[in-house]
């Protein structure tokens, strides 16, 4: 069997460091009675999540990948716990522990898992200088963002210190919908289902549109749950670049051009729109299941074929996004 | 060849009535100074949309109707003309001049032209009582609407006597992106790309989550632009109503099973993503072309053969949305 890498899964550490802040912002905590198995997460006084032992145990988490026939797992936060709404010091103190628990999981079996870190992007040249010590002191192959930084899409100028360090550094960038900015006025039960994709599409069109692809060629980038409600939009896009000239010139290439890359996961829902988004962005579809949470992708090998691309080519894409070596 | 008919184009009348409202909100007016050919609207003393005679003209949409091989227009007024934002009295005066031009020019070309009007669903119940008759007295197949209303998406239980009458009259209800509330929070460039699909789709999405399709079944209801960036909420919405026991049995159908139920148009500028599209609602997509503006889908019949699907089909839906014969 070819090589299966879920490059969308989460990880909570059992616990964080006492609140530096005297409670002025949500700071991450988690709470258990059994915690053996069972926690839950607060941010601040607000419970958040119920988690378990998934979320922390990679013992637990190998017997599920192999029960899946999952190779590999690159380890991200858990979103909420990017804590851009911290001071940038304060979300660098719980960001060091998230950081670490997962390097030391990828330390403990760099067979089976592979880490990415976070960053408090609320200070994009604080967010930048940390990125090297990830890499270089943690072994992490990028981090996880959020598709807005306290109501800014990615594609906001203040990010460029940023994306200048990922790619200088080769860090990949993995973008997760988080407290959406738009799509929110629907019904509650609604806001879980459409906000986060069309976040998802409207930070990764900003991204296009404010050229930040086109000065960062060798930027690795990806998006969660395949770029959330992308490929309608990149189609509109295309069609009112061609219309307006290149947006009266301000975009060299069309946003197809850059759709193609773009790393995007496989978190869809729907064998045939996978099988679009692998024409929109060949060879750069990935793995994606968000282990563990409730809209886990069940049975990942046999949703893959549903689109009709071979497993290897899902696994080669993990491997360019991640800069590991290939095989 | 089959019939192509096209479900969304767009008309201006020449001239509209004086202001009523002494200018306390935008009254859509017509100024020309060449007025054979060339005309700009504006909205109260705001300058909206620079537009010729392919807007009034019956000969000049015909003579490119022949073109394009476009059997018949279904004409619908340009979405800014829908004037939700006067009070109800003011619109309706605004709105009978739309509805009685579009009536006239089917009137004229009943061959050539079918027709949705307008209603001010500002006010629900003066909408759903002036749908009998747009039906009766002109002769309209259905209407257009906005996809929200005054930052109100579709799914608000104000829009329900609408929704009674519509189904009871066997009035069409052909849904425009205007005014979006959400998706506005990226480049001004890109808005016009993202924010008028973003909330099309959350519209649809609204819809389907308030239960609407459910209680008036026998509804036709259509979204323009293949219903925005709709299709991979459906897919989310669709996982989602699984894992969470129908939304904790709020919703008795699947989301997929509804998105069955509308109509889609083929406005979506690329062919795989519109084959996706005639899955998702299958005998449900007709042609839509936006003419005559700037984003005008070109070679109409061409682009749904990109689709796979034959032309017929997409003629058939047209038919079965508007209450048409077919063949």
């Known amino acids: 069997l070819t090589p299966l890498i879920d490059v969308h899964c989460h990880v909570v550490p059992k616990s964080f460091p006492e609140d530096p802040t005297g409670g002025s912002a949500p700071w991450p905590s988690v709470r258990c009675a059994a915690c053996q198995t069972k926690a839950e997460v607060f941010m601040g006084d607000r419970a958040f999540r119920a988690i378990d032992d998934r979320s922390w145990d990679p013992a637990r988490r190998i017997a599920d990948m192999d029960a899946d026939g999952v190779t590999l797992q690159v380890l991200s936060p858990m979103p909420e716990l990017l804590s851009y709404w911290l001071p940038p010091e304060a979300s660098s103190a719980a960001l060091a522990r998230v950081n670490e628990t997962i ?32 890499k270089r002191d943690l072994g992490l192959r990028g981090v996880e963002v959020g598709s807005n930084v306290l109501g800014a899409y990615l594609g906001d100028p203040r990010f460029e210190p940023f994306f200048a360090a990922a790619e200088a550094e080769g860090m990949a960038v993995f973008v997760h919908a988080l407290h959406p900015i738009s799509g929110k006025d629907v019904s509650p039960m609604l806001a879980p289902f459409a906000a986060f994709p069309v976040d998802t599409a409207l930070c990764a069109a900003s991204l296009i549109m404010a050229g930040v692809l086109e000065r960062y060629p060798n930027l690795r980038i990806g998006f969660s749950h395949g770029g959330g409600a992308l490929a309608p939009l990149i189609h509109r896009m295309e069609f009112g ?22 790393y995007l996961d496989s978190l869809v829902y729907d064998g045939a729109y996978l099988a679009h988004l692998t024409e929109l962005a060949p060879g750069r579809v990935f793995l994606g299941t968000d282990y563990p949470y409730l809209i886990q992708q069940p049975h990942p090998r046999a949703f893959l074929e549903e689109a009709g691309a071979p497993a290897s080519a899902f696994a080669a894409a993990a491997q360019s996004f991640l800069g590991l070596p290939h095989g």
Chains 1, 2 share one sequence.
């Open 103 to 134: 390097a030391s999981m990828v330390q403990a079996r760099p067979d089976r898992f592979a880490g990415l870190g976070a960053v408090p992007l609320q200070d994009p040249e604080l967010a930048a200088r940390d990125l090297g010590s990830l």
């Open 241 to 262: 670049w061609s219309a307006t000239k290149g947006f009266d010139g301000r975009l060299p290439q069309s946003p197809k051009a850059y759709a193609r890359k773009l």
